[in-house]
């Protein structure tokens, strides 16, 4: 191929490349603002949800000195009243013990838990409020759950934990059943643990499974992991202790955290659960943004209600994930008259084409940015991670822009030969390969910031196909560019290429190395041909 060419064809991949950003942009935020139509519930009100009243700024129980006041559960359990037949507790700690006499007063009823760990002295104040507690309301309690998930945590042994559950049969009244909580697969791992409740409890989280569920598959799912359970363990009843649909989060194989995912999830659980008459509790009432800290994005936005105390989704009808969609079109033509404004300043060009490329990469880097900055509204709780933020994406718009300035010279027939700084493009492949690092050992709880760096990766993947760098990249360039590819390859091999994201953040890893590595080859070749040609006199 000719230089010619190999140029002409160059200039038409940036085209494209240009026009597919502007497209994704709009697409992606025209599909979040679209009703999606699901099937209806069978009713508005759920026989039983998980309640934490922990829903505002500094409000955790990993604080044990922090107290919820009874006028705060009042509140809560007012309102749920008129949506809720019960409510499960997971602890006695932190004022929950009030939730069932205040419960009585709204005719509610509540799964109180027991919370137990590896902490000996808090398992037996648990237990001993946990008794107190159920001996003054023997006629709210629906059942007592001594321990939630403490096999798959290891903290006690199997043994140990039946001793706990023996002893809190023998002391609360006799009228209230007592169970076990914990993930369907240690049930079976550990059967006898079975003998020792009067009805097993299951948790059956669909995107939480070792293979993840997506949500139009996940109900027969939990059908069929029920319909297993009840043949394991014959003559026990089997309660769904904990069921439901993040809405928030990172994506894990085909499971997506969605609002609309979760409206269609817990709307067909429902249908299911009213079919088939099973006893169940759906997690959870309220978004807890404590969460973040040990779950990542997706553990705060499991709630029916916001940490606003407001429905996030009706229970009939369509459902749009974001009715504020319109805001990223607005950010994209935002974007499009800011690089024009600042690329068009001291221009050397006269072209329309200069113009359109300068529009076409300002609103896709407006689309960008805005789905960055939807992102933080549920990553971010902590100012630091405002600031953080903020700081990376400011940096990110400035290099995007910078590049597009060049990028529409070239486009326009007027070549811009003066060189980015190399610290603008070291400084976006540190940050990359900085989150490939974490996302490729520890990423189960790790959100892939998308719009933050497609704004350096395909700005620099454009400019790449525009020009010929003067100058080799550094050492420590050619080294990120080599490591980041590899390391983007880990996460896409882990969730065995079913998650779209993992390709998409294995694009953007190429996008910002492939230009390194031809710039690097280029000036190699060229070092080389004197060699050559002294070679070949000799």
Partial sequence: MSYLSKNVAHYGLAWLALVLATVAGVVWWWQIGRAVDLPDAPSSRIACVSYAPFRKPGESPTNRKFIMTPARIDEDLRALSQRFDCVRTYSQSNGLAAVPAI?????????????????????????????????????????????????????????????????????????????????WENWLRYPQMASVVDFVTIHILPYWENKPVAAPDAVRHVEDVYTRMQHEFPGKQIMIGETGWPSAGRLRRSAEPSLVDEAMYIRSF????????????????????????????????????????????????????????????????????????????????????????????????????????????????????????????????????????????????????????????????????????????????????????????????????????????????????????????????????MNKVTWLWLGLNLAIAVPVWVAWRCHRSVRLQPKQAQAANQ
């Fill in 270 to 497: 429902l249908r299911y659960a009213a079919q088939v008459h099973m006893p169940y509790n759906v997690i959870e009432t309220f978004d807890q943004p404590w969460k973040r800290a040990l779950e990542g994005t997706v553990g705060g936005y499991w709630g029916i209600f916001n940490s606003d105390a407001q429905p996030k989704f009706p229970m009939l009808g369509p459902v749009v994930e974001d009715p504020h969609w319109w805001l990223g079109w607005l950010a994209g033509v935002a974007g499009a008259a800011a690089f024009m404004r600042v690329g068009g300043s001291r221009r050397a060009w006269h072209s329309v084409k200069g113009w359109l490329a300068l529009s076409l990469a300002g609103f896709a880097a407006g689309t960008a940015a805005a789905w960055q900055v939807r992102q933080m509204t549920f990553a971010c709780a902590a100012w630091w991670e405002w600031l953080l933020s903020s700081v990376c994406l400011v940096g990110a718009l400035a290099i995007a822009a910078a590049l597009a300035r060049r990028i529409a010279a070239h486009l326009a027939d007027r070549h811009d030969h003066t060189e980015p700084s190399s610290w603008w493009r070291f400084s976006a492949l540190f940050g990359l390969v900085l989150y490939d690092i974490l996302i490729a050992f520890d990423g189960r709880y790790l959100d892939f910031p998308m719009g933050l760096f497609a704004l350096p990766c395909v700005a620099y993947g454009v400019f790449g196909l525009l020009t010929h760098e003067w100058s080799m990249p550094s050492a420590e360039q050619r080294f990120l560019a080599s490591v980041g590819p590899l390391l983007a390859i880990a996460p896409v091999v882990q969730e065995v290429g």
């Fill in 103 to 183: 419960a009585a007063r709204y005719h509610m009823q509540v799964l109180m838990g027991i919370w137990l760990g590896n902490v000996p002295k808090i398992n037996e104040q648990e237990i001993a409020q946990g008794i107190a507690t159920a001996k003054a309301n023997p006629g709210v309690i629906r059942g007592i759950i001594v321990g939630n998930e403490v096999l798959l945590r290891g903290d006690l042994s199997p043994k140990r934990l039946a001793e706990y559950i023996k002893r809190v049969r023998a002391e609360a009244p006799p009228t209230i059943p007592v169970t076990y909580a914990d993930v």
